[in-house]
């Protein structure tokens, strides 16, 4: 008879012979491990890791409030956070600036913990002191990036309408600065059932342009910033808008951001029509102050939401509110839908010539179709 022991030391054994034979099957079932072939030094593309084991291969634009810009050779332009990212090698010499604003540049080999260059082995900083990429200009690559959006609506029938809105965006991104421009420009015009002419029934277009200096992680100074605006509509044949101001991140996050600014400016405001004895323009000192929020919903999803109002002078409206809100969702490579809501209104519309006033406030709402390049 076997003992009780024997017994039980004689099915261990069994059962490690089965799991020593399972694994050595296993091992040589399973598949060989994909090649992938990574220069030391790259010298056709920028390299991204992601911490899930993806591999990009493109150009790195940009690293912007813990956010990667990068231009995938296969997939376009994508923007990874940056708590996602294992690994980052450039093949251009690139620009960084540390929370302390010390500025470097070199070939960049970034890791989980540490930012070096390939052509500096000696220099190894700690990766959380890490505040923005940029393209050098020694690298000869462009240090502008943009996008465009247009959306078009038209009905035929019974009545005819058409309206259409036109969005551009440019920036240029340096280690310590960036520089932008924004266009937005709106037309519609529907079909008199009377007349049967054509009747133009919206038209504006608002460009803004602003030059960033970062003095700090948390503080930034707009010098200048401009904004021309032009709608006949609210009796406004043209305003411009030139100032300076001073911006405060409250907080900058992986997944969202919020910063508020405001400083003095000086507007000119030429109206489209006066009353009889009424100026035609006016002059006035302005108050800005504004905020500009985003929020990653998913990782095809953002929200924004800007806001910025002008203390102006009476015979200018008082206060000039502008605020723009809505999502962007990417669609595929460098291609998204936005949906976008546009609010404009004056406390204090001007009456025109025959005394009648615009209403204080539009609104507007865009479902556009935006390109990134």
């Known amino acids: 008879m076997i003992s009780k022991s024997k017994f039980s030391?004689?099915?261990?054994?069994?059962?490690?012979?089965?799991?020593?034979?399972?694994?050595?099957?296993?091992?040589?079932?399973?598949?060989?491990?994909?090649p992938v072939n990574v220069p030391a030094v790259p010298t056709k593309f920028d390299w991204l890791l992601l911490k899930n084991g993806e591999l990009l291969a493109g150009d790195l634009i940009s690293m912007y409030q813990d956010k990667v810009e990068f231009d995938s050779d296969e997939f376009g332009i994508v923007t990874i956070k940056m708590k996602k990212i294992a690994q980052i090698r450039s093949r251009s010499i690139m620009s960084i600036r540390l929370d302390n604003d010390e500025v470097h540049e070199g070939q960049l080999l970034i890791t989980e913990d540490s930012v070096s260059f390939i052509n500096k082995p000696k220099v190894n900083i700690p990766r959380?002191?890490?505040?923005?990429?940029?393209?050098?200009?020694?690298?000869?690559?462009?240090?502008?990036?943009?996008?465009?959006?247009?959306?078009?609506?038209?009905?035929?029938?019974?009545?005819?309408?058409?309206?259409?809105?036109?969005?551009?965006?440019?920036?240029?991104?340096t280690a310590t600065s960036r520089m932008t421009f924004n266009y937005t420009g709106i037309f519609a015009e529907v079909e008199d059932p009377d007349s049967g002419?054509?009747?133009?029934?919206?038209?504006?277009?608002?460009?803004?342009?602003?030059?960033?200096?970062y003095y700090s992680r948390d503080f930034f100074f707009r010098l200048p910033s401009v904004e021309y605006y032009t709608n006949e509509f609210t009796n406004i044949e043209h305003q411009l808008t030139t100032g300076v101001a001073a911006g405060y991140k409250i907080y900058d996050l992986a997944d969202s951001k919020w910063d508020v600014f405001v400083g003095p400016s000086v507007q000119y405001t030429k109206f489209d029509q006066v009353s009889n004895g009424e100026k035609e323009?006016?002059?006035?000192?302005?108050?800005?102050?504004g905020t500009d929020y985003e929020r990653d919903i998913t990782d095809d999803i953002e929200y924004f939401f800007s806001y910025n109002a002008k203390f102006v002078s009476t015979d200018s409206g008082s206060i000039i509110h502008h605020l723009e809100t809505g999502v962007e969702v990417e669609v595929i490579n460098d291609f998204d839908?936005?949906?976008?809501?546009?609010?404009?209104?004056?406390?204090?519309?001007?009456?025109?010539?025959?005394?009648?006033?615009?209403?204080?406030?539009?609104?507007?709402f865009i479902v556009s179709l935006k390109y990134s390049f």
Not at 22 to 27: D, E, K, L, Q, R
Request: net charge negative; with cysteine; glycine share 4%.
């Open 337 to 364: 839908i936005e949906l976008t809501a546009i609010i404009d209104s004056v406390e204090d519309p001007i009456p025109n010539e025959d005394g009648v006033l615009p209403e204080a406030t539009d609104v507007l």
């Open 128 to 173: 959380n002191t890490l505040l923005t990429i940029a393209a050098s200009a020694k690298s000869g690559e462009s240090l502008w990036d943009g996008s465009i959006s247009f959306g078009m609506n038209f009905k035929s029938g019974n009545s005819e309408r058409f309206d259409y809105t036109a969005q551009a965006h440019a920036s240029r991104l």
């Open 197 to 213: 002419d054509t009747v133009k029934t919206e038209e504006n277009h608002r460009f803004n342009g602003a030059y960033d200096w």
């Open 281 to 289: 323009d006016d002059s006035s000192p302005v108050l800005v102050v």
């Open 9 to 34: 030391t004689a099915m261990v054994m069994a059962c490690l012979a089965v799991t020593a034979t399972s694994t050595n099957v296993m091992a040589e079932q399973a598949p060989p491990a994909w």
